[in-house]
């Protein structure tokens, strides 16, 4: 079992930066892809970023390509997803997740452990 928690997010300015923070615990959280989701009120749930076992693997959704970096520590057991260049349109609750099996940042897995989530609110 895994257990994940977000923090770091809150109201920001357009054009500004936000770190994301997800506190993984479990005992086999270093055999876990990661990932970030986000949700927009009215709109399906969206695979962000997502990173291998080692770190070695980054996946970043290609429209934020150049804007967010996500990464992980595994002595920590935390994962980060850095934001930058905020637009309006980033909005949404950003959900941490992990699975087990194959070692890819593959949105098309299943992920098997979800967060509560984190508001990212972006003012114009």
């Known amino acids: 079992q895994v257990q994940l928690v977000e923090s770091g997010g809150g109201l920001v300015q357009a054009g500004g930066s936000l770190t994301l923070s997800c506190a993984a615990s479990?005992?086999?959280?270093?055999?876990?892809?990661m990932g970030w989701f986000r949700q927009a009120p009215g709109k399906e749930r969206e695979f962000v970023a997502g990173?291998?076992?080692?770190?070695?693997?980054?996946y970043i959704l290609a429209s934020e390509t150049g804007r967010f970096t996500i990464s992980r520590d595994n002595a920590k057991n935390t994962m980060t997803l850095q934001m930058n260049s905020l637009k309006p349109e980033d909005a949404a609750v950003y959900y941490c997740?992990?699975?087990?099996?194959?070692?890819?940042?593959?949105?098309?897995?299943?992920?098997?452990?979800w967060g509560q989530g984190t508001q990212v609110l972006v003012s114009s």
């Open positions: 479990g005992r086999t959280v270093s055999s876990t892809v």
């Open positions: 997740a992990a699975r087990k099996g194959i070692d890819a940042p593959s949105a098309k897995i299943s992920f098997d452990y």
């Open positions: 990173i291998n076992r080692s770190g070695e693997i980054r």
